[in-house]
């Protein structure tokens, strides 16, 4: 996915029916209604419904409806393109070969692989950009705000975003990550304290740094929504 020194630089797209194709093919995790599981095929398949309904892309669709009224210049929907505009962070990925320890600069990646679950560019601006602006309620009517943000009470996620009780208050958040980096939003419920911020690591197959990761963002809605100074 990534691409380095003497691979064929024409980026390979694996597109969104592919995706769902191969998500299909594998056993269903429970019956429809009994239970909830996280999966990045939902927004997947969101995307071809868009695509499918307005006759236009994905991309076009994002630009027209949120990306050019919220004013939100950092951002992009890349396709299958590795490039990341200046400037940026470096994600790295770590593995064994022959026996020795190696680490590979993974930025430059083709994100198509992971589809509408992931596959985009920003910043922390743009994204503190957006989502005080969609818990703010400039986004989405009032009726699917709240609807949006009534979570399932066994598992605490509503229609696109989780549910955190903390000292502060309920806080709202969807974080996403890829290899070597990942990005953080929350919010209050009403947009007024908003923190949004960007991660890089040394990735690996063991996932040796996921502990460290979610401590890292414990600290930091405990800084910001809790008033509580990290050691």
Known sequence: MGRGAGTDPR??????????RLSSS??????PGTGW???????????????KVTG???????????????????TVAPGASPEIPEPHNHGYYRYEDAGQERTADVTLQ???????????????RDLHTYFSALMGGKVLPAELLAEMCAP?????????VFAQETEGGTVFHHNGATMGSAA???SAL????????????????????????????????????????AR
Do not use: H
């Not at 399932?152 to 696109?160: I, W």
């Open 11 to 20: 980026p390979v797209r694996t597109t969104p029916e592919e995706l769902v």
């Open 26 to 31: 594998k056993p269903a995790r429970f019956a």
């Open 37 to 51: 599981s996280y999966a990045n095929t939902n927004y997947v398949l969101a995307r071809l419904v868009i695509e």
């Open 56 to 74: 236009r892309s994905f991309a076009e669709e994002l630009q027209r409806l949120v990306l050019g009224p919220l004013g939100m210049t950092g």
């Open 110 to 124: 083709n994100p198509s692989w992971v589809g509408a679950g992931g596959d985009m560019i920003s910043t922390t």
């Open 152 to 160: 399932d009470t066994t598992v605490g996620y509503g229609l696109g």
């Open 184 to 186: 953080l939003m929350y």
């Open 190 to 229: 009403d947009g007024s304290k908003t923190l949004t911020a960007g991660l890089a690591w040394v990735d690996d197959a063991d996932l040796s740094m996921a502990p460290a990761f979610r401590t890292a963002q414990q600290r930091f809605v405990d800084e910001v929504f809790c008033g509580k100074l």
